[in-house]
């Protein structure tokens, strides 16, 4: 393990509070899992390229999605797979993750994968667009 995967990890573990590493990494391959099936092309691989390895290999083997998640359906499908989640937690972990995902990419990474998902996903990166509250 590098000490990026442990740095990403912690960084992960304080935005979502979450007692242990192992909370921090379920959550990252969840949400990263589950973002893998929105994008495509070179978005999806150059932020893979920012991620530790680990977990570039599960945004670049996504769980396939049928359509693009809204949202909201988002943060219900990221509850499903985590045992013992409600949106409520789900909505925390997905901002923990996602959060973190933007500060590796950088804002111009994030402008390109944000114009690959529906409208709404910038909340969830915690990057609202200007004029749009949080």
């Not at 670049?60 to 499903?80: C, H, I």
């Amino acid at each position: 393990m590098t000490l990026r995967w442990e740095a990403f990890l912690e960084e992960i573990r304080e935005r979502g509070e979450y007692d242990t590493r192992e909370e921090s990494e379920r959550a990252a391959r969840v949400v990263l899992a589950l973002l893998g099936a929105h994008l495509v092309g070179d978005e999806r691989a150059q932020l893979a390229a920012r991620l530790p390895e680990a977990l570039s290999l599960v945004l670049l083997n996504p769980l396939q999605a049928a359509e693009p998640l809204s949202p909201d359906r988002f943060v219900r499908a990221t509850a499903a797979w985590i045992e013992g989640a409600t949106e409520q937690t789900a909505l925390w972990d997905v901002g923990a993750v996602l959060s973190t995902v933007a500060d590796a990419a950088g804002d111009e990474l994030m402008e390109r994968v944000l114009l690959q998902l529906p409208p709404g996903y910038e909340l969830l990166f915690g990057r609202p667009a200007p004029g749009q509250r949080p």
